[in-house]
């Protein structure tokens, strides 16, 4: 189901029935995914998202960002609650929030971040969803 801005069909506040569908035996990691989408929407008002069963997608012309609950890391390193949260740059991020950094394709590497927490929705992350939001809109 696609949902823009506004959230709920039905014009109230707080996650539509498709994210909570999405979140059910997960209810903890919740908080994080809507620090995550708050700060999405006031940066990129212009955003839509895409839940499905595995992931939610956050698109404006080409997708920039999607959350997940793919295991990047050994079960054991994960935080709880967690989230992971990927993103396509056109380069591989050297920094430690990276849990794991791939090139599908020469120029485009598909970068995970786990997010244990609200408080990890920074400044610094926003920042590489910006470039990432720049580099899917410069795809033709």
Known sequence: MEHGKEGRE?????????????FSG????LPIY???EA????????????VQKTQITFYDRHVFACVSFQRVR???ELPDP????????PYPL???????KTEPYPGRWTTHFVL????EVDGELLAWIGEAYDFSQAKR
């Open 74 to 76: 050994k079960k054991a």
């Open 116 to 119: 244990g927490g609200p408080e």
């Open 26 to 29: 997960r209810v903890a990691a």
């Open 34 to 36: 809507e620090a995550l």
């Open 82 to 89: 967690w989230l992971v949260l990927t993103l396509g740059l």
């Open 10 to 22: 039905d014009g109230m506040n707080g996650p539509d029935a498709d994210t909570l569908l999405f």
């Open 94 to 100: 050297e920094s430690q929030r990276a849990a794991v």
């Open 39 to 50: 700060a999405l929407y006031e940066k990129w008002p212009e955003t839509k998202k895409r």
